[in-house]
């Protein structure tokens, strides 16, 4: 088989989707309903038991849209060797998360789920409650539309140039012209 | 931008086609096929080249490919 190669400066070049195909919404809506479900726990007098509930749903709302974006986006097939084995870390290597604070519910969750831990105060479930918002809309257009392929173009319009287009399908693969 | 041998961290592809635009238009032709790649794309000139395979690496040019289709979304 022939081989060229291509020079790394293209990694570089401006990035821009091609096309892609549209993802059904109830992928993205449960976790939304989970969530819904936690805050309306909240926004009543809580007692520690209910507290407990709104842990454990703020994890599973993560949880299910940690599953529903790695059924479309299949990372542990991503064709990187020794990519990060821990999906949190994957997804942060990606550039897709920022691990941290979903860590930070999962070490709390664990506790409070299994060894009956007391779970945190009513304002820290706000925070958390809230932060888990804010995951799930970074993440919603990941799951509006699914990229097939994308291009590398240099300098802007300009068509005197070469472009990259590359196709993704749990391996890359590239064309030029 | 494209050598037939290995640059460091350049970016092998094994390809699966190398065609001029000509020649790529008459075999989309023969297959009785309507023009279905790099419709849109730029090498509109028939002495353009049009290459097509599979990235095979080095894992540091995969990693930034992977990073460049998620940031897209």
């Known amino acids: ?177 | 931008m494209i050598i037939e041998n290995c640059g460091t961290e350049w970016i092998l592809l094994k390809l699966d086609e190398l065609n001029t635009r000509a020649e790529l238009a008459e075999i989309l032709n023969r297959k009785d096929s309507p023009m279905k790649r790099n419709e849109h794309g730029r090498g509109k000139k028939s002495n353009d080249i049009y290459i097509s395979g599979v990235v095979r690496g080095p894992a540091s040019a995969l990693t930034k490919l992977t990073q460049a289709y998620f940031s897209v979304i």
């Open chain 1, 1 to 177: 088989m022939v081989e060229r190669w291509l020079s790394p400066e293209i990694l570089k070049w401006q990035t821009e989707s091609d096309s892609g195909w549209q993802v059904q919404d109830d992928l993205r809506s449960r976790s939304y309903e989970i969530l819904a479900h936690a805050e309306q726990v909240l926004g009543q007098p809580t007692s520690e038991l209910a507290l407990v509930d709104v842990i454990t749903s703020l994890r599973r709302a993560i949880d299910r849209r940690l599953r529903a974006l790695n059924t479309l986006y299949s990372f542990r097939d991503i064709p990187i060797r020794d990519k990060p084995r821990d999906l949190l870390l994957l997804l942060e290597s990606l550039g897709i998360i920022r691990s941290h604070m979903l860590q930070k519910l999962i070490d709390i969750r664990n506790p409070v789920e299994h060894e009956d831990v007391a779970p945190p105060d009513h304002e820290a479930c706000k925070v958390f409650a809230e932060f888990t918002w804010y995951f799930l809309k970074s993440t919603d257009r990941m799951l509006r539309e699914v990229t097939s392929s994308f291009v590398l173009n240099p300098a802007g319009d300009d068509e005197k140039y070469y472009g990259l287009g590359i196709e993704y399908v749990r391996k890359i693969t590239g064309s030029h012209a």
